[in-house]
């Protein structure tokens, strides 16, 4: 590996934007609520697929690692360069390219983050649904097989994207999919890239699907008494097939620290299911009857309607503020988010497991969720240090062998990265690992592509 000739010969194409700056590089280090830091060698901020295609075709002849990076948010150490190298920063490639209102899809750099895109698509009458929360660059959520809190109703990012431009790790460009909604031809090399967490190539360019903004929106919230009751309104809610945009789990213990982060003092601390409907304004009063009755068949209690944007916005902005107010509830202590995902027909039985497990490991956490589809996380509270973390990853481990032995997956949206590598075996079988492994041979045999993710060597 020749880093320090590879930063000489890049420094000729980037000039002032390679950079090797201790603070810029140590914010490439790693993303979120990640232990793993790693600084890498230099920062480039490329502005091209060119860019991108010229500084890869360089690192592959000298085995330089390249570790892409977006906007950093990342929960499983993805942006982490663990052998040093190039970060690969491409927020500056952030323009809407095109935007086709009679065919409902647009085509953006990957740094284009997901609320810049909406300001911009808003305009047109049109939205992009993916909502993980945090404001993700485009590219970066495709990497990683983004979702999040309107997946019930809309899909993750697998499902709402047409195509993308990639560059692979000896430089050469390539073109998946394209503008149509379905193509029998060929090996779906689109879907082969979403999720392989810049591994097999750097996504620069995606097509995406949109959508016209609903006529109408409602938002509800309702608590219950315990949390099997919640749980078990989600699933008749979801199999009576009401059209819900989102639906989304709060325990007890992260209401109260909603509650007081957020200043929503019209609420109770007890478990809570929160809504949002889409539609027309006929159709969004419909959903939400029918969800209230249901809500109230087991239970539920105070199910409070409104369609009045700021009330649906603060509502929404203390569910996404959820992590930063379990922080808050708990200053001091370290905190990291599990990703279970069970087939929603064991998600009560989920919750419960991985509480009982909480409550045997002695530690703290709070439990939200996108229980519509089945996917909830434990934010786990630790004390700082070795054996506080340690009995952290226990615990993550002893919730995600649950959701393993329930028929469910390790991860169902933060991705594999560093974090969740250990349960591949187990969820995938050596088999079909084995040909993943075939893949990233194939697609990148020096293995300069964010090198130490998804596999454990």
């Not at 998946?176 to 890239?193: A, E, M, Q």
Request: glycine share 12%.
């Amino acid at each position: 590996m020749e880093t320090q000739s590879t930063i000489d010969a890049a420094r000729a194409i980037f000039g002032d934007r390679l950079s090797l700056n201790a603070n810029i590089r140590e914010t490439h280090a790693h993303g979120e609520a990640n232990a793993a830091t790693s600084l890498p060698d230099a920062v480039v901020f490329p502005e091209s697929t060119e860019e991108v295609s010229r500084l890869l075709r360089l690192c592959h002849a000298t085995d330089v690692p390249v570790t892409p990076f977006g906007a950093g948010t990342s929960l499983e150490g993805h942006v982490t360069p663990v052998r040093g190298g190039i970060s690969l920063d491409l927020t500056r490639m952030n323009r809407v390219l095109e935007v086709n209102d009679a065919d409902l899809d647009g085509r953006v750099e990957a740094g284009v983050t997901r609320r810049q895109l909406n300001t911009f698509l808003r305009d047109h009458g049109l939205f992009f649904p993916v909502d993980p929360g945090a404001d993700a660059t485009i590219g970066g959520m495709c990497a990683t097989r983004a979702s999040g809190t309107t997946t019930v109703r809309y899909g993750t990012i697998r499902d709402n994207v047409l195509g993308l431009r990639a560059v692979l790790a000896d430089g050469t460009v390539i073109d998946t999919g394209g503008r149509v909604r379905k193509s029998s031809t060929g090996y779906d090399l689109t879907r082969l890239l979403i999720g392989s967490e810049g591994t097999l190539g750097i996504i620069t360019e995606v097509q995406l699907k949109l959508y016209g903004i609903p006529e109408a929106i409602g938002a509800a919230v309702c608590g219950f008494a315990d949390e099997h009751a919640a749980v078990a309104a989600v699933i008749e809610i979801m199999q009576t097939g009401i059209p819900v945009a989102r639906i989304e789990f709060a325990d007890t213990a992260q209401m109260a620290a909603s509650i007081a982060y957020s200043k929503l003092d019209h609420l109770t601390a007890g478990p809570t299911l929160m809504f949002e409907f889409h539609g027309s304004a006929q159709g969004v009063a419909e959903q939400g009857a029918m969800a209230e009755e249901i809500a109230r068949a087991h239970g539920g209690s105070g199910f409070a309607f409104a369609t009045e944007t700021e009330a649906r916005n603060r509502l929404w902005r203390a569910r996404h503020d959820a992590y930063w107010a379990a922080r808050a509830a708990y200053p001091g202590m370290g905190a990291f988010a599990t990703d279970t995902i069970v087939p929603i027909s064991r998600l009560a039985e989920a919750v419960s497991l991985a509480r009982e497990a909480v409550t045997r490991s002695g530690l703290e956490a709070c439990i939200v969720g996108h229980v519509g589809d089945g996917n909830f996380h434990v934010l786990i509270l630790y004390p700082e240090g070795e054996e506080g973390r340690a009995k952290a990853w226990e615990l993550d481990r002893e919730i995600v062998a649950q959701a393993l032995a329930l028929g469910g997956a390790a991860s169902g949206e933060h991705g594999v990265g560093l974090g969740k590598r250990e349960f591949l075996p187990r969820e995938h079988g050596a088999a079909a690992l084995g040909v993943m492994r075939a893949i990233k041979q194939a697609l990148d045999p020096r293995g300069i592509l964010n090198p130490g993710k998804m596999f454990l060597d």
